[in-house]
């Protein structure tokens, strides 16, 4: 992956004479005064870590796996937010790790953490390194150093229980790996994401990953069954059974707790057969109302798409579903619908979806938007690379509500933006829905000022605020990293963060795993 962008570097491409001149003239965008940083001239603070520190860790990993060098540590520092790549294009590394750790396997994985607890070394798990909520980078305070516990060495399916429909594998399987691996034995996970040309499994868990197909599929966390995660404190083992009345269930403890609570090293995930056939369709709304109608129709009455996208009237016209041909969109509001299983729209969903968008009020485009949005459906973060080299700042951020409540959350996430802003592109879809309610995503564009980061951190707190104001959640499936922690307190109350924090006390006594992240700061005013 680049190492100051998303991705392939092969993949990376020059904006459109004409889409510039579209950001010039609509928002005012102009190109940067300076240069991006090369990798070479990023400043990276000095190695924390005394020599004999570096080499209790090679003890246990092997000298072969514990790093040092720039460009380990480069690549090892935050993640993929528009802030992140800020940072790392104006040559900033101060949240460099003193070193970077690959463990081989669980008992490596349990006795590290062993020893940066006893040695009180701040210890960052890092999967695809794709958070864009600043889910990887620790707080350094009160520790002798910070290291990157990379889990790409565990990167094995481990077994495949085809009775059961379960498959078992390491953390660092990156996901399409995943679907090869799985594709041998004729089964699929289903779980798509926008990260997923580079996001692991262990990430997807730990974070709670929601899929483009999760109308069909679920979310990451439907799909865990089981789990193995080491901490300071020992091991955890859960998951014996489907479901079951044993108290409650601690694998949801684990599931989105980003690094915080320990190391998941294995994985059980339910899977599915690989369907026959998958297709997609377009359909036009004359509103994104109307579209959110229709859409609430199939998740209440179905029969439900696997795939289901509702792109509000901004979205559409700048035609941002569909990246690789962004600026060609059309009028009203487009949505997605995609099928799996044989050649109908029934297919698995046992229905005709298509009646009941029909019903609503939906205009049928056929397959050409539908394999479109295919094609591009990774596209986006490479989208917001060109745009961040032409001088804009580009971001997403997300949040969910019950269907009563998604128009005041839309409004109120639309009109923080453009009070915070000025005249920001905002755009929204829908794409993650329930009986109960929905998620909304946004992308926003707008002109960077003179201190880009500061500028959409004003933006950032203004959102977060409105967004608990509004009664939504602070994310749906980006989680909460750094940069949602005061507002997930909030959402919390004094009663859960207390919860939160007496876990981590327990299996984290020492306070080494992820600090900074997730956790509510209580003493430190976080609430």
């Not at 349990?110 to 607890?117: D, G, K, P, V, Y």
């Not at 069954?225 to 404190?233: H, K, M, R, W, Y």
């Not at 609503?360 to 485009?365: D, Q, R, T």
């Not at 989208?383 to 269907?403: I, K, P, Q, Y």
Request: proline share 7%; glycine share 14%.
């Amino acid at each position: 992956m680049s190492w100051s962008g998303w991705g392939d570097l092969a993949k990376a491409r020059e904006l459109p004479e004409e889409i510039r001149k579209l950001l010039h003239d609509l928002l005012g965008v102009r190109a940067p005064a300076a240069p991006p940083a090369s990798l070479e001239s990023v400043r990276l603070p000095p190695v924390a870590l005394p020599a004999p520190l570096l080499a209790a860790l090679a003890g246990v990993a092997g000298p072969a796996h514990v790093l040092t060098s720039h460009e380990a540590r480069v690549r090892h520092t935050r993640g993929k937010s528009t802030p992140d790549l800020l940072r790392m294009r104006a040559g900033d590394g101060s949240d460099a790790p003193d070193a970077v750790v690959l463990p081989g396997s669980h008992e490596e994985v349990e006795a590290l953490l062993r020893l940066c607890s006893d040695e009180r070394i701040a210890v960052v798990p890092f999967g695809g390194g794709t958070s864009v909520v600043g889910g990887l980078a620790a707080a350094r305070a009160g520790f002798a150093g910070v290291i990157a516990l990379d889990l790409g060495r565990l990167d094995r399916l481990r077994s495949v229980d085809a009775e059961s429909m379960v498959a078992e594998f390491e953390p660092g399987v990156r996901a399409p790996e995943a679907e090869r691996l799985l594709a041998g034995h004729g089964l699929t996970l289903g779980h798509f994401p926008q990260s997923y040309e580079y996001a692991t499994l262990g990430g997807f868990a730990a974070a709670r990953s929601s899929g483009q197909a999760s109308a069909g599929y679920g979310r990451f966390d439907d799909m865990v069954v089981g789990l193995t995660l080491a901490t300071p404190s020992g091991t955890l083992e859960l998951g014996r059974a489907p479901k079951s009345a044993a108290g409650p269930d601690l694998r949801q403890l684990v599931l989105g707790s980003e690094g915080a609570f320990g190391v998941i090293t294995s994985l059980r995930l339910r899977v599915r057969r690989v369907p026959a056939e998958r297709r997609y369709e377009g359909w036009r709304f004359g509103s994104f109302a109307a579209g959110s109608a229709a859409v609430r129709a199939l998740a209440q009455e179905g029969p439900l798409p696997v795939v289901l996208r509702l792109s509000d009237e901004t979205e559409t016209m700048i035609g941002l579903a569909r990246p690789d041909t962004i600026g060609s969109g059309g009028s009203g509001c487009l949505l997605i619908a995609g099928y799996e299983g044989t050649g109908s729209p029934e297919g698995r969903e046992g229905g005709s979806a298509a009646d009941v968008l029909a019903r609503m009020g939906g205009e049928p485009l056929g397959a050409a938007p539908g394999e479109a949005w295919e094609h591009g459906r990774f596209s986006a973060p490479y989208l917001r690379d060109s745009l961040l080299a032409a001088g804009a700042t580009v971001e997403t951020l997300e949040t969910a509500g019950f269907w009563a409540n998604l128009p005041r959350l839309y409004d109120a996430v639309r009109l923080a933006l453009l009070g915070a802003l000025g005249a920001p592109l905002v755009m929204c879809h829908i794409s993650h829905v329930y009986e109960t309610g929905a998620s909304l995503y946004f992308t926003v564009v707008t002109p960077q000022d003179a201190d880009p980061l500061a500028q959409w951190e004003r933006a950032k707190s203004a959102v977060n605020a409105a967004i608990v104001a509004a009664g939504g959640t602070i994310t749906h499936h980006h989680g909460v990293g750094r940069d949602h922690r005061e507002a997930y307190a909030a959402e919390l109350g004094p009663v859960g963060a207390g919860i939160l924090e007496a876990v981590k006390a327990r299996l984290d006594p020492a306070g080494i795993l992820n600090p900074g992240v997730l956790i509510p700061q209580q003493s430190a005013g976080g609430i």
